[in-house]
């Protein structure tokens, strides 16, 4: 299927206003996260508003809220494209989410209620019975700002998002070497919050965080050593 079809595919299955700038940054998001629109690739402005149906102004104005994430970059005259992340960049981002998940986590312990390591509990079932990628990235990301949630910290939380929006657009190829021993570290980030330990939850979370961040730098060696083989080759 070629990108233009599966972009206007994925519109439709996405609900909300296609005119909302909002809405249209959600639809290129998942399709940057999908690899319908690649990594270093020209946004063809006039290409994606007559796929979606929309007008120039507001998928412009979704390409600035892009951008502001961090997903795509204005080269003057050539106009957008997709950013790239490169290893550098994904080191310093996970040293940041580290940074402020575990100082949230800490805020946040003590108003963590039953019902919310209940609620958490589900959705780790839901997370391990997921087959979608991205429906996984989402519910991983609800776990995790639950229990933050009581922090109340709501400018921490959104830097956090825009931080996990930067590193998720690798989720469709990177979750497969993570998952298994993801979800694992996920059951003892809870068992330990569901213990009331304090430390330990913090110190599970920063071996989960630590690990990610590890395995995401090493799937991303071999990667660049597949395609500069692939080059020479």
Request: aromatic fraction near 6%; charged fraction near 30%.
């Amino acid at each position: 299927m070629d990108e233009s079809r599966e972009l206007e595919e994925l519109a439709g299955r996405i609900s909300g206003d296609i005119s909302a700038p909002h809405h249209i940054a959600n639809v290129l998001r998942e399709a940057i996260y999908r690899g319908i629109l690649g990594e270093g690739k020209p946004l063809h402005q006039s290409q994606i508003a007559a796929r979606l149906g929309v007008s120039p102004i507001p998928l412009r104005e979704a390409l600035r809220l892009l951008e502001t994430e961090g997903l795509v970059e204005f080269r003057g005259y050539r106009g957008a494209f997709v950013t790239e992340l490169s290893l550098e960049e994904a080191r310093e981002l996970y040293e940041m989410v580290a940074a402020l998940e575990t100082s949230l986590m800490r805020t946040a312990f003590p108003g963590i209620t039953r019902r919310t390591i209940d609620e958490a509990g589900r959705i780790l079932t839901r997370m391990e019975a997921e087959e979608d990628c991205i429906r996984w990235r989402d519910l991983n990301f609800h776990f995790h700002t639950l229990l933050y949630e009581p922090a109340d910290r709501p400018l921490t939380l959104d830097m956090v998002s825009r931080l996990r929006q930067k590193t998720d657009r690798t989720i469709r190829t990177h979750l497969d070497s993570m998952r298994k021993e993801s979800e694992l570290q996920h059951r003892n980030i809870l068992e330990a919050v569901a213990a009331v330990d304090l430390e330990r939850s913090v110190s599970a979370l920063a071996h989960h965080l630590a690990y990610t961040s590890s395995d995401l730098q090493s799937w991303m060696r071999s990667e660049q050593g597949r395609r500069k083989g692939h080059r020479l080759g």
